[in-house]
């Protein structure tokens, strides 16, 4: 599988699953290391060794063994542990097969005697054995040869298609090789997907609003205290990220331990501005930036044009559904935008269609909020959407929401390996995700403009959880409180996905279609599409 091989060892794009999990499990024994191997002169005398990592330049490439053992007559084994059984003939599969002879092939580099390799299936507690001969170790490097050939190539390899090897694969969330062959596809011949095969498993984000807490680690939990009191414990293994606002500390345990697991730091003023983040290394995927950052402006147009057209049918649909007034009028002139946004000639033209749309979409944003809301917006009639700051409570709900939007694509891209500060649509400037604003576009209106609507329509907020100020309106504790309950809600809402039929919640949507975008950049795809409900 040249695809997996090199989304793995050389985009270094790795995801658990089950079965990765159970693995590890299996491996909890001989991860252990435990006894050297002996000098090749020395006589084994029955040893044992255990995790024992070996290495070659001349062949390029390096390795872990589980286990050797004393063959006998002078010779060693390579023992290698796995979670599943056998193929059906009961043999070993290609890919364990072609692991445990790179072992005997780097312990005759070394200088010992290997005639045999033996796998050891959990399932079936069984091992197979593997005859190491001249055949045997010629397949093999033949193999490793493929494989370099494979790696110098910038551009992986084309997903498999209709294969059942990829329902098992736990990157299958990443290659996403159904949805690349569906976006290929002309809309009417394209078919439902039956499911997302491998969803990447997801944690939760943490937010930490309480002033003066301590964010700490302690047994494999992330603790928040008070005046050393616990306020708060979640298990690290269901943490994503952690959010927190105003003067929160976060001890350095906590920053090296999360850091460790990919989970990142992100900064909030206490008024709700993304001030920062503090992740691990960046991603590893060099190859995508270079293709983003040489992408031509004739690609970028395109790609903006599609997705401020997408974000223009998504407002008209959200109107439609929404509003307590007719609006034809304003819905068939969105219509018309959509249209024109996607024959714009130029990133300036595109850029007026986008503010005339946006224009009319807030103009009859009011006649969305019903009669349940607490909440007065008559002031957002008159001063209409503004910010920094803004004057008043809808308009803080609108960016308090766009602020959460933003800142999950900023860690989804950086997850992926886009720099999020280099756009499509919007222009780089000093400090501003202008990447993650591109993708917002198409998710304005689905996520956080309905966790808004859901606020305000269900009664969650009222007027004593806003604040005004110098001329500004920003949410008091509890209305932010309130605010990210809705907003955590509607990023786990299940949806049907328009374009490919199965279920999934909007917060894996957001990591397709950044992943949809790769895919274009890199030229796996032709074109992008955005995400559009029906």
Known sequence: MPRLFHLEWVQQQFATSDDVEEGLYLHRVVDREAGDLPDKSEAWDGRVARSVSLSSPRLGLATRLDLVEDGGD???????????????????????????????????????????????????????????????????????????????????????????????????????????????????????????????????PVYVTLQGAVVGVRSDRLEVRSSGELKASYRLIDVSQVCVFGNVTVSAQAVRTLLSRDVPVLWFSYGGWFSGIAEGLPGKNVDLRIAQFRASEQQQLEIARRMISGKIRNSRTMLRRNARAEIPRVGEQLKQLAIQAMQAESSQQLLGIEGAAARLYFGSFPAMVGRNSRVDVSDFQ???????PPRDPLNALLSFCYTLL????????????????????????????????????????????????????????????FQR??????????????????????????????????????????????????????????????????
Not at 170 to 191: F, H, N, W, Y
Not at 473 to 492: H, I, N, P, T
Not at 515 to 526: I, Q, S, Y
């Open 406 to 465: 933003v800142k999950d694509l900023t860690v989804t891209l950086m997850g992926i390996g886009f720099d999020p500060y280099y756009g499509m649509f919007h222009k780089p400037r000093f400090g501003r995700p202008a990447l993650a604003l591109d993708l917002a576009e198409e998710f304005r209106s689905l996520v956080a403009e309905s966790a808004v609507l859901q606020v305000l329509n269900n009664g969650e907020v009222g007027p004593r959880d």
């Open 469 to 534: 100020r110098a001329g500004g309106c920003m949410l008091e504790a509890s209305g932010r409180k309130a605010v990210l309950r809705a907003y955590e809600r509607r990023l786990d809402q299940e949806i049907t996905h328009p374009q490919f039929g199965y279920k999934a919640s909007y917060r894996r949507v957001m990591d397709i279609q950044a992943r949809v975008l790769g895919a274009v950049m890199l030229g796996e795809l032709d074109d992008y599409t955005a995400m559009v409900t029906r």
């Open 74 to 204: 002078g010779t060693v084994v390579p023992v290698d542990y796995k979670k599943g059984h056998p193929n059906k003939d009961g043999k070993a599969w290609p890919s364990d097969r072609a692991q445990s002879l790179v072992q005997a092939l780097l312990l005759r580099e070394e200088g010992y005697a290997v005639e045999r390799a033996e796998i050891w299936y959990a399932e079936t507690r069984q091992r197979i054995h593997i005859t190491v001969d001249d055949a045997a170790l010629q397949d093999v490097t033949d193999t490793v040869t493929r494989a370099w050939r494979v790696a110098s190539d910038p551009s992986a390899p084309p997903p498999l298609r209709d294969s059942p090897k990829c329902a098992r694969c736990s990157l299958v969330g990443i290659c996403l090789p159904d949805e690349l062959d569906a976006l290929q596809t002309p809309p009417k011949q394209r078919r439902p997907l039956k499911r997302l095969m491998a969803p990447i498993l997801e944690g939760r």
């Open 382 to 388: 008159e001063n209409g959407r503004t910010r920094r």
